[in-house]
Nanobody
Framework: QVQLVESGGGLVQAGDSLRLSCAAS????????MAWFRQAPGKERAFVAAITWNEMRTYYADSVKGRFTISRDNAKNTMYLQMTSFKPEDTAVYYC?????????????????WGQGTQVTVSS
């Protein structure tokens, strides 16, 4: 089993920056890829960004491209999401996810493990 714990959420203003972290623990010997998803009230969970663990290939949703940056620290088994130039529509609960296989899917069901989520609220 793998446990994922997100941190770093909070209340920000439009144009601010924030960094989310996702620490993985447990059986982390084989991580293929990790990703960030978000879910706004009344909406489905949406893909934000993904990164392959070994090659560090990345993939972003169009809505965050150029504003958010995904990265990972292999030694700490931690993934990050650096977020800049916030917009009110970025308000959501942000979830990190992990899959054993490599690849960069943007579909939630293709990730086996999930964190509990961290709230990001953008005030205009």
């Amino acid at each position: 089993q793998v446990q994922l714990v997100e941190s770093g959420g909070g209340l920000v203003q439009a144009g601010d920056s924030l960094r989310l972290s996702c620490a993985a623990s447990g059986r982390t010997f084989s991580i293929g890829a990790m990703a960030w998803f978000r879910q706004a009230p009344g909406k489905e969970r949406a893909f934000v960004a993904a990164i392959t663990w070994n090659e560090m290939r990345t993939y972003y949703a169009d809505s965050v491209k150029g504003r958010f940056t995904i990265s990972r620290d292999n030694a700490k088994n931690t993934m990050y999401l650096q977020m800049t130039s916030f917009k009110p529509e970025d308000t959501a609960v942000y979830y990190c996810a992990l899959r054993r296989r490599t690849g960069l899917p943007d579909t939630p069901r293709l990730y086996e493990y999930w964190g509990q989520g961290t709230q990001v609220t953008v005030s205009s």
